[in-house]
């Protein structure tokens, strides 16, 4: 079994930060890509930021010198720093790893947290 378990949501005022995590658990042989996507009701899900083992980094336009995406190998832990926080980042946040359980794994799977509400209002 692998777990993804966020934390670090909330209600912040615009212009306000907020720091999001995000600990994968279980059996875990690897992680190669881990990330952050949002979703608002009826929306599809979009990518806000991503990283690879390696440290190479993603980010959606409109996030972009706002919010900072990190990772700690040794926890299986992600993260993602939200700076400069406006109304329109309000959604419910979510994370993802694409790993393997297994060394005889011939690919990486996606495993998903169950999502952690990011509200920015006055």
């Known amino acids: 079994q692998v777990q993804l378990v966020e934390s670090g949501g909330g209600l912040v005022q615009p212009g306000g930060s907020l720091r999001l995590s995000c600990v994968a658990s279980?059996?875990?042989?690897?992680?190669?890509?881990m990330g952050w996507y949002r979703q608002a009701p009826g929306v599809q899900r979009e990518l806000v930021a991503r990283?690879?083992?390696?440290?190479?980094?993603k980010y959606l336009d409109s996030v972009k010198g706002r919010f900072t995406i990190s990772r700690d190998n040794a926890k299986n832990t992600v993260y993602l720093q939200m700076d400069s926080l406006k109304p329109e980042d309000t959604d419910v946040y979510y994370c993802?790893?694409?790993?393997?359980?297994?060394?005889?794994?011939?690919?990486?799977?996606?495993?998903w947290g169950q999502g952690t509400q990011v509200t920015v209002s006055s």
């Open positions: 993802h790893a694409d790993l393997k359980r297994f060394s005889s794994d011939s690919v990486f799977f996606r495993y």
């Open positions: 279980g059996s875990i042989f690897s992680i190669n890509v």
């Open positions: 990283i690879t083992s390696d440290g190479s980094t």
